[in-house]
């Protein structure tokens, strides 16, 4: 074995170290970071305005039904509305296998695919196959409109 060869292997173990050490390094960064941890981005999130004035309109207020709900399809959000008035979002994904709520029946939402019902108060299902609830949405009520949070 030449002394070149020797010389070669040890900068490809260096090499190899930085590798390892950049690739360890990048993993704290990341796991440091809120890119990628599911955390909804919101005006105070990025920046893009002060918090409670961002996120898209959805409906007005009054677009919402008592006690049921309305569907936004391309937000793939579901509004509800207590009797008290309180609003809230729920996804509009169901958790059976991912297919999109069609339709609200008073205070059941429902999944056209296999026919999962779930109930616009909790977002649980209150008949199968689902039977994880559909998760809540932020979502900000002000000036009579509601916005994604
Ligand atoms: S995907 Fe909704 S019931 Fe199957």
Do not use: Y
């Amino acid at each position: 074995m030449s002394t070149t060869q020797v010389l070669s292997r040890r900068s490809v173990g260096r090499g190899a170290l930085v590798t390892v050490a950049a690739a360890a390094a990048g993993f704290i960064v990341a796991r440091n970071s809120s890119v990628g941890t599911g955390r909804s981005l919101t005006a105070q999130a990025n920046a893009a305005g002060p918090a409670g004035t961002g996120g898209r309109r959805l409906a007005a207020v009054s677009d919402v039904p008592p006690a049921s709900g309305i569907i936004i399809a391309d937000a793939q959000i579901v509004l509800t509305r207590d009797p008290s008035g309180t609003i809230q979002g729920l996804s509009a994904v169901c958790t059976h296998q991912g297919c999109a709520v069609s339709s609200i029946e008073g205070t059941t939402i429902i999944c056209p695919c296999h026919g999962s019902h779930f109930d616009t108060r909790t977002g649980r299902p209150t008949h199968g196959p689902a039977t994880a609830p559909l998760p809540k949405v932020s979502v900000a009520v002000r000036d009579g409109a509601v916005f994604s949070g």
